[in-house]
Structures are given as C-alpha cells and as structure tokens.
C-alpha cells in the first residue's frame, strides 16, 4: 500500500509514524518550506498533561493523552518527566479548590514542597497542585525528531506543495491539514492561540508552571537556556495574524505574577494562529473513499495526535476496525 499525508504539523507527521509501523510506504506534503512552517504545531506549549488538561476537557484527553507520553518518548527521546505544578495567589486559592475539583492524578502541596520543587518559586505561593506524572518537551524539537527518524525509515518530503487531498496519488491519502481543510467539514471552527517566547536568566523553573486565575489563564512552559514558552490564549476566531494589545498584557502580567523577574525578560518570539476544533473539541477521522480525514486536535495536539493516529492508520490496514473518533453516521455504516 501507498499513502500520502498532506500536512506535516504533528497530526500529519504522528499519521506517517504510524502507517510506516503498519509496513506501509509514505510520502508526505506541506505547503509550506519546512515542517511546522505554517502550522499551530510550531507555537504549542508541548505539555503533556493529560490530567491537568482534564479540568476543562473530555475524559477522552486523559486516557488517549497518558499513553501519548510514552509515544513521545519512544519516537523523540525529548521528553522531560518532572511533572506539572499548578499554583494560583492566595486570595484566589478557591480558584485552585475548583481545578482541583474537575481532575485526578494530584496532591495537594504547601509552600516548603514548593519550594523544594521550584527553589525559584520560594515564598511566592501557599499552596499548590502536583501533577507528578505529566511531562513536557519542545514541540520543535519534537516535530524535527519525527521528520528526521521519517526521513531515515524513507519517507519522502514534498515541500512548497499546496495539494489538495483528492488530486494525489496514493492508495489512500490522510488530510492532516488542520484549518486548511475546512471545506470538507462544515463544523469545523477556529480557536485562535497566543503565545510568548521570552528569556529570563533571573529564573529557573524545572517543568509546566500553570497559573490558576479568574480572568488569566496562563502557564509557562521551561524551554532550557533560559527561554520559556508564556501561553496560551483561548479566542473564538479565525484570525490568525496578530497578537491583541489585551493579549500581550495579561500574559506579560500572569508570568509577572509567577515570578516578578519575568518583568525584565527579553521577549525573542510572538506567535499566533488558529487551532482547528470541532463542537466538542475532540478529535474526527472521517473516510470518504481514498481520503481519511484527521482533524480537530484543538489544543491537545501533542497529547491526542498519537493515539488519534494510530486509530486513523489502523483504519485502513484492518478493515474491521472502528475508531474512536469516528462519527456515529460512519461508526454505524462501518459496523453494518
């Protein structure tokens, strides 16, 4: 069997992972000049955080987002298992009472476990949540460490190339195009993601650091050498180009309120654009004839794009099988 994979952000890349573990011989297309190069994958957090993500999501992220931290680190070796800290100012500690109540796999921890975890931290808040098993790792990092172990198993690159799905040839084609791919699903939306990459020398913090707020949702994610990722918003719109004024405050004024020396950090990266999400914000695999549609990641991209490729490439190597993901209408045409 032949397949392409148009799109090479991480749903497009764990898809040709997946179908090259099923003896399956893959080609991949990207408009743009390189991986990552024109999709929400570049600017993600990278948190692999199932349990934390739990909070305001489907149970379906904690049980596809817990085996994605061993598929990272059996396909990248970029994985970092210190776990996740969730904090929130002492006059907002109901905040952190009412996350706690929306999730699992935590402890409650005072400020001397806090400090012990984040020395830099130290004071700055009372109590905190431990999500001791969740991980993180560089999204870019990442997405190169797949290209580059695609590349060596032969996968070929076509780069620059705006194709579209229906017009390659292949045995079966996976669209993996996110946004782009909006003519073929009508209810597919946009949820417009904001993001920082700053550098502090005056800070260092171990793992995923979340600030739980009324207004400001926030974390910031250690990137090494002094950078951290400061993220994300979370904005009903197709608008993918800019950054609002309202936005760049209320991340700059979160990571201040982490640690006031994020004050002085150098800002070395703004970025922007549009997360493809459904009603429900889970993930669809739809078949129609050759093309296999995976799409609608949303914000659990890194933690949801392993098992929602295996499920897709799995689909067209074992004809008896029904995804997850699937729609009712085509779960119950398939099992017919």
């Not at 739980?212 to 990722?229: E, K, N």
Request: aromatic residues 8%.
């Amino acid at each position: 069997m032949k397949a392409a994979v148009v799109g090479s952000g991480v749903a497009g890349l764990a898809c040709a992972v997946e179908l090259v573990e099923h003896g399956v011989a893959v080609e991949v297309f990207e408009r743009a000049g390189g991986i990552g190069g024109d999709a929400c994958s570049w600017y993600a957090g990278g948190m692999l955080a199932p349990w934390c993500e739990r909070e305001n999501a489907e149970e379906a992220v904690v049980v596809h987002g817990v085996e994605a931290i061993g598929w990272w680190e059996k396909h990248t070796g970029g994985v970092t298992r210190q776990g996740s800290l969730v904090v929130a100012p002492a006059r907002d500690t109901g905040e952190l009472k009412r996350f706690s109540a929306r999730t699992t796999g935590f402890e409650w921890i005072d400020e001397g476990r806090i400090s012990l975890l984040e020395p830099d931290l130290h004071g700055r808040f009372r109590k905190a949540l431990y999500f001791a098993d969740e991980a993180h790792l560089d999204p870019r990092l990442g997405l190169e460490a797949l290209r580059q172990t695609l590349s060596d198993r032969g996968v070929v690159f076509h780069f620059d190339q705006d194709v579209q799905p229906e017009t390659v040839e292949a045995d079966v084609v996976f669209d993996c195009r996110g946004l782009a791919a909006r003519e073929a699903h009508g209810d597919l939306r946009g949820v417009k993601g904001e993001m920082l990459l700053i550098r502090s020398k005056d800070v260092a913090l171990q793992r995923p650091v979340r600030l739980v707020h009324p207004r400001i949702p926030l974390y910031i994610v250690p990137r090494g050498d002094g950078l951290f990722m400061v993220g994300a918003t979370m904005i009903e719109s197709d608008e993918r180009g800019r950054i609002t004024a309202r936005s760049m405050v209320e991340l700059l004024n979160g990571a201040y309120a982490i640690h006031p020396a994020f004050g002085e950090a150098e800002i070395i990266e703004i970025g922007t654009d549009v997360r493809p999400a459904f009603p429900d914000n889970l993930p669809r695999i739809r078949r129609r004839g050759r093309v296999v549609h995976m799409n609608g990641l949303y914000r659990h991209g890194f933690l949801l794009a392993p098992a929602a490729a295996r499920m897709a490439a799995r689909l067209v190597t074992d004809p008896s099988f029904v995804p997850e993901f699937m729609d009712e209408d085509q779960r119950q045409r398939t099992t017919a």
